[in-house]
């Protein structure tokens, strides 16, 4: 069974410096899709960056960039030139190609310092 | 503004009331979900929609009943619900899996906030 796993519960970090949070998965199947969610104090789940299993190149979206590293299992959240915005719940979510349930890893709350 | 709708945002009821939670969305996606979420939680899947047919129900009480009435809308029905049951409510869509095509997230709304008093 799919399974992913995000061990760091808070983090923070100073205004303008890059963070980067952690994400490690488990599954059986060769094609998967990792996703990284915001989830700001409103509630509502925002798509940061997708990566494909087969893709070769790490995906980028602005100051987002995902570290994936497929023998290691990981796929871990850069953001670069952190910002008070960023402050927010961050969730690492694995889709499979069987059944198509997006799993979510337990979040990291994220704070930003000025 | 996102392309996925939930109405009410906020809901405050009673153990005895029935209510409902309405989710719409106009991208042509053909799965729709509905997801419990605990503060600091993670979303916890409850149903899963595929071409307005029930296909996944996590073993959920039947105080919780969905509806998809067509290929835009999904509903929740409560009824009798538990206070244990106040918690968020994400609707989220997208398009249905296919072979090779894990690549599709889920787009969400902004969730409704219900209270059970």
């Known amino acids: 069974a799919q399974k992913i796993t995000q061990t760091q519960p808070g983090m923070f970090v100073q205004e303008k410096e890059a963070v980067t949070l952690d994400c490690t998965y488990d599954t059986s199947d060769p094609s998967y899709g990792l996703f990284w969610y915001k989830q700001p104090s409103s509630g509502e789940m925002i798509f940061l960056i997708y990566q494909g299993s087969y893709d070769q190149q790490n995906a980028t979206e602005g100051r987002y960039s995902l570290n994936f590293q497929k023998a290691r299992k990981s796929a871990n959240l850069v953001i670069s030139a952190s910002q008070l915005g960023d402050s927010a719940m961050y969730f690492c979510a694995m889709r499979e190609r069987e059944g198509g349930k997006l799993i979510f890893g337990q979040g990291t709350e994220l704070s930003v310092k000025p | ?117």
Request: charged fraction near 20%; proline fraction near 7%; hydrophobic fraction near 30%.
């Open chain 2, 1 to 117: 503004d996102t392309e996925v709708t939930q109405t009410p945002k906020h809901l405050v009821m009673g153990m005895t009331n029935k209510k409902s939670l309405k989710c719409e969305q106009h991208m042509g996606h053909r799965a729709m979900y509905w997801y419990k979420q605990k503060a600091k939680k993670p979303p916890e899947l409850m149903f899963v929609y595929s071409y307005e047919k029930l296909s996944i129900n996590e073993s959920v009480p039947s105080r919780f009943s969905p509806e998809c009435p067509n290929s835009s809308l999904l509903n929740l029905h409560l009824h009798a619900l538990q206070p244990e049951d106040s918690a968020l409510y994400l609707c989220a869509s997208s398009q249905v899996i296919r072979p090779g095509g894990a690549h599709y997230g889920y787009t969400f709304g902004s969730g409704t906030r219900l209270t059970v008093v």
